[in-house]
């Protein structure tokens, strides 16, 4: 497929075209700078949502349910569901698919799992072009579900205008929250499974750990929901909203727009190196030079000089 | 402390000297560079063994179980704790610690917690840096310890010259080794708690996915402990020693090595490009760049292209 025909097929809200794309990000295939490059005229500023916690917790109950919150609206959706801890196996590992079904003949909604195989560039660099690809294909909204695991949550915060951190009752995800630094990059908490005995606790430590922390321009809500019931959704998707609205009037929105950028173009521009680095290894010279420090006869970063003056640079 | 000062410490085994390198690396301290050329001399190529596996399955206490049959060998020893899942809090984090106080005092033992804030180098880069000090400072057994979580899993197994992974019983480890890669990078399977009863179906769920895998020159051994009543203790350190004898024929140790060396030279290659890419990013190179990749007016590939120009190469 070339240029002009990927344009026309996003344009088109073509679906094939759209997962056939995402499978080249998942590849890391040589051919993705020419598509981004060709999609970029279509960029809409797809609202991005990203939805992390632990494995249980109901995200992806919440995230169906937050489609037809969104539906509702009007509004178009796609639900990107990443899953950084599975480098190998590739393609749709997130068991629970299943439960976005009820969607599954609804033109308007696009949902799609992405292993990040490593091969190349990182999570980071796999979901700023899934995005980018999501967006030029016409969703209003875009949903990032992950596979809560420290660096990767952060990484996909760092995608996302608004991280919607989901916890269930008990007070061991609330001090887990506090841990790996979710408080920092929480917008919004939803405690889910609200219909247990000890989600009124849950909801008050993590209100008290807010408390304890720095005051912000925006103070993160903690919300109540059983997915699995439809309940407390609606409010999730007003927070939503209303945040949302608070990036774009204190100017946030561009910020975190820019930073995202910044570590796009960061992200593209080492992959790249790592690229020519690889083709430089073809050519022997990372070969001896590893030699080298194997032996001892150069440090690693000596090794690091002189590669990086190979690559041509 | 300058480098002629931190070289007769390592020599001197002085542990404090070693913590607080580790703790540099840490921080994605400026003068490591410095500290790795000064410390290549003393290099001595320790066996590296890593030892992988989900939360629960008992690792910490493995680990202090293979230190003490490490130590009854006359054999120095170090055991890095890695947790790749905690990038702001820093410092140890890994609670059980308290398991290997029982080393606490055997100065040819030495323990310690590595977190990686993942501000500059990732976790491969922490690891090979923290690898290097602890083999300067003279261990024979350097044992790393990860959280099992994908690609970190990999990364460790990249770093070690024998990689244990392990199972606790219950066929879902299993299966979940089967999904995460895992019997590619084992080099030697561990089922902990094999007074279970579950434990013998584990064992033989592990030896068929084996057998269904591709002829290997090295067949990985599937063996049983109950690592804190010291049970098969030696029989997987004598695994270890055989993989490492069968490391040394084949000449699959020194290509292990070589290509451990080519990472690392690449990680610091990228790391050292990362750092000037922060550079021009302060000379608002890379704040324009971004600024017009949010606008739409150029790809981030074309901004790509530009920033590495700007870093001179």
């Known amino acids: 497929m070339d240029s002009a025909e990927i344009v026309a097929k996003l344009q088109g809200h073509d679906r094939r075209t759209v997962a056939r794309l995402i499978s080249l990000v998942e590849d890391g295939a040589d ?6 490059r060709a999609i970029t005229p279509l960029q809409r500023g797809a609202a991005v949502v990203g939805l992390t916690g632990s494995p249980g917790v109901g995200k992806s109950t919440l995230a169906s349910a937050l489609v037809g919150a969104v539906r509702a609206k009007g509004k178009t959706v796609s639900v990107l ?20 079904q009820e969607h599954a003949t609804d033109s308007g909604v696009f949902i799609r799992s992405m292993a990040t195989r490593g091969r190349l560039g990182g999570l980071a660099w796999a979901t700023s072009h899934a995005l980018r690809i999501l967006d030029a294909a016409g969703s209003d909204v875009i949903i990032v579900e992950t596979v809560g695991a420290g660096q990767s949550e952060v990484e996909v915060a760092h995608a996302a205008d608004t991280t919607v951190v989901v916890l269930a009752p ?29 989600s009124r606790s849950t909801v008050r430590d993590i209100r008290q750990m807010l408390h304890l922390g720095a005051e912000r321009e925006w103070q993160p809500p903690v919300l109540s929901t059983v997915a699995d019931q439809g309940s407390g959704i609606d409010e ?3 927070a939503i909203e209303q945040h949302r609205a608070f990036l774009e009037e204190s100017g946030e929105l561009r910020r975190r727009r820019l930073s995202r950028a910044a570590n796009e173009i960061s992200e593209i521009a080492v992959t790249s190196m790592r690229r020519q680095m690889g083709t ?34």
């Open 236 to 238: 999730v998707w007003e």
């Open 280 to 313: 430089v290894s073809e050519g022997a010279v990372l070969d001896e030079l590893s030699a080298q420090v194997v032996e001892g006869k150069i440090d690693p970063y000596a090794a690091a000089d002189k590669l990086l003056a190979q690559v041509g640079r």
């Open 31 to 36: 051919d993705l700078a020419d598509v981004i």
């Open 170 to 198: 008990g007070l061991g995800d609330a001090i887990q929250a506090n841990k790996a630094g979710i408080l920092e990059i929480a917008d919004i908490f939803v405690v889910n499974k609200a219909d247990k005995d000890e």
């Open 81 to 100: 569901a990443v899953d950084p801890t599975s480098p190998f196996t590739g393609g749709a590992l997130l068991g629970d698919r299943l439960r976005m």
